[in-house]
T-cell receptor
């Protein structure tokens, strides 16, 4: 079975500092996408960033960037200049082959402290 | 609103009640999903509908009954639930032939079974 694993249930960071959330996955597919979703207390799951597996270049969206290590099957999320509004649950996810079905990790609860 | 609307936001029901959760998407997507999110657990995929056909049912108890009357609407009918069914129920939609877009989620229904 394909799996996505987040080994950090909780993390905290000081405002304006940088934090990295870890994610590993397991698949034998060649064509897939990786995602990070944010779920703030409002419960709305919001797409933060996506990465195409066949692209070498790491995706970046403003203060959010990923470190994609395909051989190691690792997909970490780096948040720079952390803001109080970044406080949320963060889920790593991947879809495999056809159909687009997403497999989610267990989530990491991030707290940004003032 | 993100294009996926779930109602109600909160629901409290007794174990003998019958209720329904509703999800509506305005994005023209062709696949819709029900997920269960319990505290401290990964998101659990319950049902997948593709082009209004149920394509996946992950061993969900029969007290949960999905319905997809058209590509824009998805229901989850509930009856004789158990207290352990209390959770956040998330609906999502996607375009199946576009792996790279991931899902768009609704805000969820917080269900409490008493």
């Amino acid at each position: 079975a394909q799996t996505v694993t987040q080994s950090q249930p909780e993390m905290s960071v000081q405002e304006a500092e940088t934090v990295t959330l870890s994610c590993t996955y397991d698949t034998s597919e060649n064509n897939y996408y990786l995602f990070w979703y944010k779920q703030p207390p409002s419960r709305q799951m919001i797409l933060v960033i996506r990465q195409e597996a066949y692209k070498q270049q790491n995706a970046t969206e403003n203060r959010f960037s990923v470190n994609f290590q395909k051989a190691a099957k690792s997909f970490s999320l780096k948040i720079s200049d952390s803001q109080l509004g970044d406080t949320a649950m963060y889920f790593c996810a991947s879809n495999y082959n056809q159909g687009g079905k997403l497999i989610f990790g267990q989530g990491t609860e991030l707290s940004v402290k003032p | 609103e993100t294009g996926v609307t779930q109602t109600p936001r909160h629901l409290v029901m007794g174990m003998t009640n019958k209720k329904s959760l509703k999800c509506e998407q305005h994005l023209g997507h062709n696949a819709m999903y029900w997920y269960k999110q319990s505290a401290k657990k990964p998101l659990e995929l319950m049902f997948v509908y593709s082009l209004e056909e149920r394509v996946e049912n992950n061993s969900v108890p029969s007290r949960f009954s999905p319905e997809c009357p058209n590509s824009s609407h998805l229901f989850l009918h509930l009856h004789t639930l158990q207290p352990e069914d209390s959770a956040l129920y998330l609906c999502a939609s996607s375009q199946e032939d576009s792996l790279n877009y991931g899902y768009t989620f609704g805000s969820g229904t917080r269900l409490t079974v008493v």
